[in-house]
């Protein structure tokens, strides 16, 4: 084959290529709108496919079932989440702390985005296979977390470091977020104030407040 005809043949290919991950793109939006709203059980294929405007086939040609499509989604949502928190994290911790709040912020008064981080906990909680899954994906989160505390770990106060190691540290801050996040959704704003993650994990470490650190 001459190099135009292989140039010409893989220029078809290319277009299938980027159709196909359109397509893939399309169902990971459509299934995290459905699994929001209806939750997993109720959540149907069909439907799914019909909010991607797609047919049911094409669903299994990217995902062999329901289950994998909603791991495939955790998965992607593990690595978004991971980007997002490298972005986050600067030299300046005030940056940083303002960040996250906002961050907790942002998903609490998203009731889609609330919605699908209660039902990907109460998934794992239903189906302890899939809860093994989910851990790989927290022990990411919380390898990044720990990394990054673990830079200043020595620097904090002695009572923190004999109290709790960086690691126990991360999962209680992870519990925090999670929690903060439902109770912001059904307390609302009042009760659970947009710098409140921030205090907290200040309180915890033993570490200024936002108006002191500026002082």
């Not at 290919?13 to 793109?25: D, Q």
């Not at 149907?44 to 990217?62: L, N």
């Not at 109290?163 to 977020?177: G, N, P, S, T």
Request: proline share 3%.
């Amino acid at each position: 084959m001459t190099e135009g005809g292989e140039v010409a043949a893989a220029a078809p290919l290319g277009r299938r290529a980027a159709t196909k991950a359109r397509t893939r793109e399309a169902l990971l939006e459509a299934a995290r709108r459905v699994f929001a709203e209806r939750g997993y059980g109720p959540a149907s294929v069909e439907e799914i496919a019909k909010t991607a405007g797609v047919s049911v086939g094409s669903v299994y040609v990217h995902f062999a079932s329901k289950e994998a499509l909603f791991t495939a989604l955790v998965e992607d949502q593990t690595s978004v989440a991971v980007d997002l928190k490298s972005t986050i994290v600067s030299g300046d911790p005030q940056e940083t702390f303002a960040a996250l709040d906002r961050l907790v912020s942002d998903v609490a008064d998203s009731r889609e985005e609330a919605l699908l981080d209660a039902e990907v906990w109460l998934y794992a909680v239903r189906h302890p296979e899939f809860a093994d899954r989910l851990a790989e994906h927290e022990v990411r989160l919380a390898r990044f977390a720990t990394d990054v505390l673990s830079r200043d770990w020595e620097n904090l106060d002695p009572a923190v470091r004999d109290a709790v190691r960086d690691d126990e540290f991360v999962v209680v801050a992870a519990a925090l977020y999670h929690g903060l996040i439902r109770l912001r959704r059904v307390l609302g704003e009042d009760a659970v104030r947009a710098d409140l993650f921030s205090r907290a994990l200040r309180l915890m470490l033993r570490l200024p407040s936002a108006d002191e650190s500026q002082r």
